[in-house]
């Protein structure tokens, strides 16, 4: 059984910074592109960084400049560093990744959502 496990979310003052760890466990081949999504009350989920199995990074523009995607294939996790924030970056944040099993079959898998509230 494949698993998403996020942490880091919290509250946070405008202007600050927060990072999130999300780590896949369970057995699998590879894994391929991993993502972070978010969502806030009232609004469709929304992806705003995703990083590539070879680290080839694309962010949304709502975040480029402040987020920083990084992963670590050893370990089988990826990271979201988020500075700069603002009171429109609370959201429940999400890791996605497109996961491969050992009989070359692909398939996409999340974690469980972590809160990211940014407040005074």
């Known amino acids: 059984q494949v698993r998403l496990v996020e942490s880091g979310g919290g509250l946070v003052q405008p202007g600050g910074s927060l990072r999130l760890s999300c780590a896949a466990s369970?057995?699998?081949?590879?894994?391929?592109?991993m993502d972070w999504y978010r969502q806030a009350p009232g609004k469709e989920r929304e992806m705003i960084a995703t990083i590539s199995m070879s680290g080839n990074t694309n962010y949304a523009d709502s975040v480029k400049g402040r987020f920083t995607i990084s992963r670590d294939n050893a370990e089988n996790t990826v990271l979201l560093q988020m500075n700069s924030l603002k009171p429109e970056d609370t959201a429940v944040y999400y890791c996605?990744?497109?996961?491969?099993?050992?009989?070359?079959?692909?398939?996409?898998?999340w974690g469980q959502g972590t809160q990211v509230t940014v407040s005074s």
């Open positions: 369970g057995s699998f081949f590879r894994i391929n592109d």
């Open positions: 996605h990744a497109v996961i491969q099993n050992r009989w070359s079959r692909s398939y996409s898998y």
